[in-house]
């Protein structure tokens, strides 16, 4: 689940370079985003200083990604799970049941 929360940036950090990348995503990605016509997009690239091979390869979904150094994120989901026991689990709470460790650890 935590390597899918990742950004198309924090995933473009990992690239290695010259990697296999499967453009079957990209295509897919160009595909159902209809409203970004070509210009748009290389200007995005342009923009954002990224190859089109660099953005194919954050748009995989299983990217091998160890933990990089800016993923502060990361370590305050770590420890709020961590400190999460399902014994404060209120059943009553319904739709803040997902929110409840978060909404725990900002208390």
Same mark, same amino acid.
């Given at each position: 689940?935590?390597?899918?929360?990742?950004?198309?940036?924090?995933?473009?950090?990992?690239?290695?370079?010259?990697?296999?990348?499967?453009?079957?995503?990209?295509? *897919?990605?160009?595909?159902?985003?209809?409203? #970004?016509?070509?210009?748009?997009?290389? *200007?995005? #690239?342009?923009?954002?200083?990224?190859?089109?091979?660099?953005?194919?390869?954050?748009?995989?979904?299983?990217?091998?990604?160890?933990?990089?150094?800016?993923? *502060?994120?990361?370590?305050?989901?770590? *420890?709020?799970?961590?400190?999460?026991?399902?014994?404060?689990?209120?059943?009553?709470?319904?739709?803040?049941?997902?929110?409840?460790?978060?909404?725990?650890?900002?208390?």
């Amino acid at each position: 689940m935590i390597k899918r929360a990742r950004t198309i940036q924090e995933k473009r950090r990992a690239y290695p370079g010259h990697a296999d990348v499967d453009y079957g995503y990209l295509k *897919e990605w160009r595909n159902t985003k209809t409203l #970004l016509k070509d210009k748009f997009y290389h *200007e995005m #690239l342009n923009e954002n200083d990224m190859t089109e091979e660099e953005f194919a390869f954050s748009l995989q979904p299983e990217v091998n990604l160890d933990k990089l150094e800016e993923d *502060e994120w990361y370590d305050i989901y770590t *420890e709020i799970m961590e400190e999460f026991s399902e014994d404060k689990i209120d059943t009553k709470s319904g739709v803040g049941l997902l929110t409840m460790p978060f909404s725990i650890y900002f208390t």
